[in-house]
């Protein structure tokens, strides 16, 4: 008989029960004791480091911070490509969130102590090829955080700006002025660090008017990337060791939708519930994998453990979600958006909020619905009776769950050619 949680919604439910079913505690446990049983330092935790007491202190304060550390040639800093719009607020100008994140090169913590923790739950010796996999894809959960920095940034090729100072998970977010796009709508944005500084050191800022069509993508995980999101074992080896691989048919569908809507030049977000530290790992994958370029945008609470990845990924999704959308939304309060998502966690919820909070936004909502019981969890997210509730007083024809990618694409024709 299934478990029911009082007192909580039915997303939260469901995330409960499929965390109960999928063990999902044992194993957060487990990867904890296993790191603190062999060295008093956990390393499955990333540690805040300052240069002094009085950076720590000044950490605390964010952007408000009146004297930021500046990067250092051992520091690693990444800059998260961005959408620019137009504030009607002021004028109609252009300006664009920057978003970066600094921490350290090497670790404090012992890193083979980290990959033995993740192998032995997934049954790997040493010997075995995939160790050398999880030891290049664990650092970015490992690599101490360095709070209070400030990172200057020359945006295309002659506006120097400053981003930050960050907190105390690392990260900064500034809403910046721009000049405005080039020829082909696209700007980048370089850091400029000290010699020896390394990590992902440019950013595309995309360019979009107030009118036209854009694509909201929430989530990657299990939408357009096979990750197994409702099995703990089955993420730690989709991010640890996996190759990682297109959900079968969605690069297609992704690439016939562009076909209809890029007269708009549509801007593209994909909405995650990972951590930023999978940053380069999803955005390298949606490169290769043909998927149109955007932003992605990750949770940026805190700096997350590996054990806070599995939580991260379940729980709490449909409210961070929500909220991301309605970011989005003040941004681009005039764009027709086309949202797409899968019924592994929450997203038919969070478009369905979003759907009735903004009526006439959103004009179409697609729901993969996934069948993998391992990457489902448990059987009821795919009942009917879940949708209906998730959609309620959205229009029926504005929404649709398939399981054969193709089949949304006659969908995806005539909502283009109705709403134009």
Partial sequence: MAVRYHNKSPV????????????FLQTEADLSDLAGNVSPTSPMSPQVTATSKLNDMLSYLGSRNPMPRQVAKDDTVWLLDNTAYRNQKTGGGW?????????????????????????????????DPNYSTIKERILPFLQDIKPGTQVKALENGHNLMKLGPGGRNGISNDIKPLKGPDSDGLVKTY??????????????????????????????????????????IGILRSTFVDKPTPCPGMAELYAYMDSLIRKTDPPYFYLSASPYNL??????????????????????????????LLSSLTMGTEGYKVDRMKKIRGWLPKRKMICIGDSTQSDPEAYGEIYRAFPG??????????????????????????????????PRGSWHVFEDPAECRNILAETVVLEE
């Fill in 12 to 23: 939260e439910d469901m995330q409960l029960q499929t965390r109960k079913e999928r063990r």
């Fill in 361 to 394: 936004w959103v004009k179409l909502i697609l729901i993969r619905k996934v069948t993998d019981i391992a990457a489902i969890g448990i059987e009821s997210k795919n009942e009917p009776e879940r949708f209906e509730k998730a959609f309620k007083d959205v």
């Fill in 279 to 308: 940053y380069p790992f999803l955005r390298d994958f949606r490169n290769q994998a043909g998927y149109p370029q955007g932003t992605i945008i990750l949770r940026d609470s805190s700096w997350s453990s590996i054990p806070g």
């Fill in 95 to 127: 300006e664009a969130e920057f978003v970066s994140a600094v921490f350290a090169q090497h670790p404090s913590c012992v890193v083979i102590e980290a990959v033995a923790a993740v192998a032995k739950e997934l049954d790997l010796d040493e010997k």
């Fill in 191 to 232: 850091a400029q660090v000290p010699l020896g500084a390394d990590g992902v050191l440019e950013l595309n800022t995309f360019y979009a008017e107030p009118e036209g069509w854009g694509v909201i993508s929430a989530d990657i995980d299990d939408t357009i990337k096979i990750s197994m999101t409702s099995d703990p």
